[in-house]
C-alpha cells in the first residue's frame, strides 16, 4: 500500500481498422507497438487501459451489508442488549444507507461530472457562468480542458502529492489526462462541501487507499513531510516528539483523530488548502450557506433511508414471525391427528394440516412465493 501510483491493466482490446483505434484512444486506452501480423495472427493491434490502483476506490456492496445486517439482527436474538452488537448493527445501517445513496448517485450520474456537480452542489444557472469565468481564467493554453497542477497553480497553492492524489479521488481522470469544465467542477464543488469530520476522513482516505481502516506510520510521516513544508516544521517536530508510535507500526483511524484532538496544527494545512480554495471560488459565505443547506437536505434523505431500512427489516421479521407461528401450528395439528382415535377428527385435523402446508405457499395478496 503505496501514496504514489501504481499503474495496473484494467482492460485489454484489440482492433483491426482505423475507427476502432480512434475510439479507444478517446476513451483512454493506449496503443501497444507490435503488430500481430508480425506474430501468424491477422493484421490487428492490442490496446490497454492501466488505471491507477492505489487510488482506486473501493465500492461496498449493498447486499453484503444487508446480509450483514440481517445476520448480527439473528444473533442479537440470542443475546439481548449486547452493547457491542447494537453497536455494530447501528453502524451497519449507517453503512447501508450510505452504499444506497452513493449507488443512486453513481447510476445517474457516472457518465456525467457536471450534472453530478450540479446536483450535488446545488448549483444554479448564474452560477455555472461564474463557474465558467473561473474555468476560462484557468486555462491558460485555451485547451477546453486543465490540470491538476494548473489548479494548483490558479489558486497559488504549492505542488503537493495530498492535492494530486485529493484531485484523482474526487474524479479526475484515472489515466493523468486533463479535466475538462464537467470534471473540473466536480472535484472543486466537493472539496469545497465538505463538512470539517468530512475532510479530515477525506485525508485520511488518500492514504488508506485500500480502506483497511489504518495507515503505517511511515505513510502518517510522509503525509506530514507533504502537508508542512520543510521551512515550517517546527510545531510538527514538537508534536511528533509526544506522539507514541505504536508496536505494529499502524495508525488506525480513532488514533488519527485522537490527535488531531491533541495536535490541531497538524492537520491545519487541509483544512487551509479548503479554506483557501472557498475564497477563491465565490468566497467563503457562499459554501457556507450552501453547506448548511446541504446538511438539512442530507439529514432528510438520512431519516428517509433509515426508516426504508427499517421497514424493510421489520417486514422480514414479519414474515419469519408468520412462518414461526404455522409451524407450531402444523405441529400442534400433527400431535392431535396421531392422538385421535376419531376418523372424523383424525380427517379434519389433516384437512386443517393441508390448508397451513397451502397457505405457506400462497402470500396475503394472493400470489405464490417462489
Not at 488505471?51 to 447486499?63: A, G, P
Not at 452493547?83 to 457516472?110: H, N
Not at 468566497?283 to 431500512?309: C, D, E, F, S
Request: glycine share 6%; charged share 35%; proline share 2%.
Amino acid at each position: 500500500k503505496r501514496s504514489d501510483a501504481v499503474m495496473v491493466v484494467a482492460a485489454v482490446e484489440v482492433t483491426y481498422n482505423l475507427q476502432d483505434e480512434r475510439e479507444l484512444a478517446a476513451d483512454g486506452f493506449e496503443k501497444l507497438p507490435e503488430n500481430l501480423l508480425d506474430l501468424g495472427f491477422g493484421d490487428m493491434f492490442i490496446w490497454i487501459k492501466k488505471i491507477n490502483r492505489n487510488l482506486e476506490t473501493n465500492v461496498e456492496n449493498e447486499e453484503t451489508i444487508l446480509n450483514e445486517l440481517k445476520a448480527a439482527r439473528k444473533e442479537l436474538k440470542k443475546r439481548e442488549d449486547d452493547p457491542i452488537l447494537l453497536d455494530k448493527i447501528k453502524a451497519l445501517k449507517l453503512r447501508l444507507e450510505k452504499v444506497k445513496q452513493e449507488s443512486d448517485f453513481r447510476d445517474e450520474y457516472k457518465d456525467d461530472p457536471l450534472k453530478f456537480a450540479i446536483e450535488f452542489a446545488a448549483i444554479g444557472q448564474a452560477e455555472i457562468e461564474g463557474w465558467l469565468s473561473y474555468f476560462e481564467d484557468m486555462d491558460v493554453n485555451e485547451l477546453g480542458a486543465v490540470s491538476s497542477k494548473e489548479v494548483l497553480d490558479y489558486l497559488g497553492f504549492r505542488d503537493s502529492k495530498f492535492m494530486h492524489a485529493a484531485f484523482q479521488l474526487l474524479g479526475e481522470p484515472w489515466d493523468g489526462s486533463r479535466m475538462d469544465f464537467g470534471e473540473t467542477v466536480k472535484c472543486i464543488a466537493q472539496f469545497c462541501m465538505f463538512g470539517k469530520d468530512e475532510l479530515l476522513h477525506f485525508a485520511y482516505q488518500i492514504f488508506d487507499a485500500d480502506d483497511n481502516g489504518w495507515i503505517s506510520h511511515e505513510e502518517f510521516i510522509l503525509l506530514l513531510s507533504d502537508l508542512h513544508p520543510s521551512t515550517n516544521r517546527g510545531r510538527t517536530t514538537r508534536a511528533l516528539r509526544e506522539i507514541d508510535l505504536l508496536d505494529d507500526g499502524k495508525l488506525e483511524y480513532g488514533e488519527y483523530l485522537e490527535l488531531n484532538r491533541r495536535f490541531p496544527n497538524l492537520f491545519y494545512p487541509v483544512v487551509e488548502a479548503q479554506d483557501k480554495m472557498r475564497q477563491k471560488f465565490f468566497g467563503t459565505k457562499h459554501w457556507h450557506r450552501k453547506l448548511k443547506k446541504y446538511q438539512k437536505i442530507k439529514a432528510g434523505i438520512r431519516r428517509a433511508r433509515k426508516n426504508n431500512t427499517d421497514k424493510m427489516m421489520e417486514a422480514e421479521n414479519r414474515g419469519k414471525r408468520r412462518l414461526q407461528k404455522r409451524e407450531r401450528r402444523l405441529a400442534e395439528a400433527r400431535a392431535k391427528a396421531q392422538a385421535t382415535k376419531s376418523t372424523l377428527k383424525k380427517t379434519i385435523l389433516n384437512a386443517q394440516i393441508w390448508a397451513l402446508k397451502v397457505e405457506g405457499r400462497w402470500d396475503k395478496g394472493g400470489k405464490k412465493k417462489i
